[in-house]
């Protein structure tokens, strides 16, 4: 298979940064909600949050290289069955998803670094706080990160009941491409 994207299917970065990309998503989804249920004594009650901060600052940095992969790779157009109106729709879902993804991941930075100190990434490095004096910003960041997340995995998962749509009922090569097969 090849690196780069074609006119005909996504190359294996493209591939291989989706599918990484959806199961963080899906992963710190999930961690999110079982560590805020967390009681005092848990002994995850200070590594599950460390965990799910070192994951999304990863993450961050993928989407900035996926996004930026999209200009030296751009992917594939979309396949001759689909109208205007599809094609409308899957530019508008995916910048939905790229900007959801993006404002999630800032309001986890700024949940992170209210009290002034920075965020250790599984203690290779530490992302320095270069924001934490508004008003209220854990409170208020927090709340955006958690409807901005409900969001999130909300719509990626209409996105992909889109792709299954595509797959099986349309029986075009929208998914296939995703997967690495030929258009």
């Known amino acids: 298979m090849q690196l780069r994207n074609s006119a005909s299917r996504y190359g294996l970065v493209s591939i291989v940064m989706h599918w990484g990309v959806a199961l963080a998503v899906f992963g710190l989804f999930g961690l999110g909600l079982w560590m805020v249920g967390l009681d005092y004594y848990s002994p995850w009650r200070k590594s599950a949050p460390d965990l799910h901060k070192s994951i999304g600052l990863v993450l961050l940095a993928v989407m900035v290289l996926r996004v930026l992969w999209r200009f030296v790779s751009p992917p594939p157009p979309a396949p001759a069955n689909h109208g205007a109106f599809t094609r409308l729709a899957a530019k508008l879902g995916h910048?939905?998803?790229y900007l959801g993804l993006f404002a999630v991941m800032i309001a986890g930075y700024l949940i992170s670094t209210a009290d002034g100190v920075g965020i250790?990434?599984?203690?290779?490095?530490?992302?320095?706080?270069?924001?934490?004096?508004?008003p209220d910003q854990a409170d208020t960041a927090g709340a955006i990160h958690l409807y901005l997340a409900w969001g999130l995995v909300i719509f990626a998962i209409l996105h992909a009941l889109a792709a299954l749509k595509h797959h099986f009922i349309d029986r075009d090569a929208t998914l296939s491409r995703m997967l690495g097969r030929k258009a």
């Open 120 to 134: 250790p990434v599984f203690d290779w490095f530490e992302v320095p706080a270069l924001v934490s004096d508004l």
């Open 95 to 97: 910048a939905v998803l």
